[in-house]
Nanobody, 116 residues
Framework: QVQLVESGGGSVQAGGSLRLSCVAS????????MSWYRQAPGKQRELVAA???????TYADSVKGRFTISRDNAKNAVYLQMNSLKPDDTAVYYC??????????WGQGTQVTVSS
């Protein structure tokens, strides 16, 4: 079984920064991708950023230039550095791990609240 533990969420003022962390543990033989999703109240869960096995990355247009995703393969960890936060970034952020074509795992979610 695989477990994902997230940390780093909280409340900040607009323009502030947060760094989210996600550490995976358990029986992990390989990692195809690690990613961050978010879901605001009443809205669909959306992909925020992803980093793939070849170290390529992708970002939602709304966060480009402000967020940076990175990973530490030795620790099975993924991070999301969030700068210049806006109220629209307020959401529950979820870590996702893909280990094979049909194997995906989710973290429990961490709340990020940005106030003005």
């Amino acid at each position: 079984q695989v477990q994902l533990v997230e940390s780093g969420g909280g409340s900040v003022q607009a323009g502030g920064s947060l760094r989210l962390s996600c550490v995976a543990s358990g029986s992990i033989l390989s990692i195809l991708a690690m990613s961050w999703y978010r879901q605001a109240p009443g809205k669909q869960r959306e992909l925020v950023a992803a980093i793939f096995s070849g170290s390529s990355t992708t970002y939602a247009d709304s966060v480009k230039g402000r967020f940076t995703i990175s990973r530490d393969n030795a620790k099975n960890a993924v991070y999301l550095q969030m700068n210049s936060l806006k109220p629209d970034d307020t959401a529950v952020y979820y870590c996702n791990l893909q280990t094979s074509l049909f194997s995906r795992y989710w973290g429990q979610g961490t709340q990020v609240t940005v106030s003005s």
